[in-house]
């Protein structure tokens, strides 16, 4: 006779409560990390060094789980998962690391990345056969306000050296994010996440290391800023990042993650604020605000329709 021994519910809740805060942390640490990379080499050659390191290393774990019985992929299933990591790693992470190197603060970018699950909800949320509620459509406006708050009041700000038309550009990173959500929810066979995630890293090492190649950026500077910051992103945004996000879906589920990309933006802004000097207005706090209000107000996962 076996014993087994459960881990009671009040220690469970606790320890689930740990690894969202330890989630915020991490996937805020990538846009720190973007920046600090910034200032120290071309965006193509971060990237590069950001994804060759961490697939090289999934795709000699992923054999291992093979011979323990785990499901091999089809083809259909690997050709799936290198479209998804196309639109939500490599076109994503291009145009987050594009828009902070051209001057976008930290802060406003993690905000128009947070905003994705209701804008994903309330425009594809048919597609994915849910019924959009009015509900939803008001926290998809306060939650898009907060964002032009923040955005234009970063824009015309005197610190403020990026461009008018870089704002946007976190924007086509967010549709890239919600293409990809339509692509891995409409899938009909479920992939375990560190295959997937080795699909998605390897796909994302192939396609910068041919821009970083093609663009002459893949020779990395020899500049220990330059290594500290891709140690930040690789332990940190990689594999805290991504690896939370993945056990902590397999644990509460979906919609529940989702939510706490809205405690993102804030963390974020508090971090570029500190690090950085970004500004840290009443307006922006303002603009938090909002995106925090409309997480609530729509975080209710929508009905399923007949």
């Not at 891709?230 to 805290?240: C, E």
Request: proline content about 7%.
């Amino acid at each position: 006779m076996s014993i087994q021994i459960g881990i009671p519910r009040g220690l469970r809740a606790w320890s689930t409560g740990v690894l969202a805060a330890l989630f915020v942390l991490c996937w805020s640490s990538g846009f720190v990390g973007a920046k600090l990379g910034a200032a120290e080499a071309p965006v193509t050659t971060i990237l590069m060094w950001r994804f060759v390191p961490p697939a090289v290393l999934l795709l000699a774990a992923v054999p291992a789980r093979l011979g323990r019985g785990s499901p091999r992929p089809s083809r259909g299933d690997v050709a799936r998962h290198v479209l998804i990591g196309l639109l939500s790693q490599s076109g994503y992470l291009l145009t987050v690391y594009w828009a902070i190197g051209l001057g976008v603060s930290t802060g406003t970018t993690a905000l128009v990345d947070g905003v994705q699950p209701l804008v994903a909800g309330a425009l594809v949320g048919p597609l994915l056969g849910v019924a959009v509620v009015g509900r939803q459509w008001a926290g998809l406006v306060l939650g898009l306000a907060g964002v032009v708050i923040v955005s234009w009041t970063n824009a015309s700000s005197p610190a403020a050296h990026a461009p008018t038309w870089a704002y946007l550009i976190p924007f086509a990173g967010m549709l890239s994010l919600i293409a990809s959500t339509i692509l891995e929810r409409r899938a009909n066979v479920l992939t375990p996440p560190l295959q997937a995630l080795a699909i998605h890293c390897t796909t994302s090492a192939l396609v910068f290391t041919v821009l970083a190649v093609a663009t002459g950026t893949a020779t990395p500077p020899s500049s220990s800023g330059f290594w500290i910051a891709m140690a930040w992103l690789i332990l940190l945004a990689t594999f805290g990042g991504y690896g939370l996000y993945w056990f902590l879906v397999q644990r509460i589920g979906v919609t529940p993650v989702n939510s706490l990309m809205f405690f993102v933006a804030p963390v974020t802004s508090l971090w570029g604020a500190v690090m950085f000097g970004e500004p840290l207005t009443l307006v922006t706090l303002v603009g938090l605000t909002l995106a925090l209000v409309a997480a609530l107000i729509a975080g209710r996962a929508p009905t399923p329709t007949r």
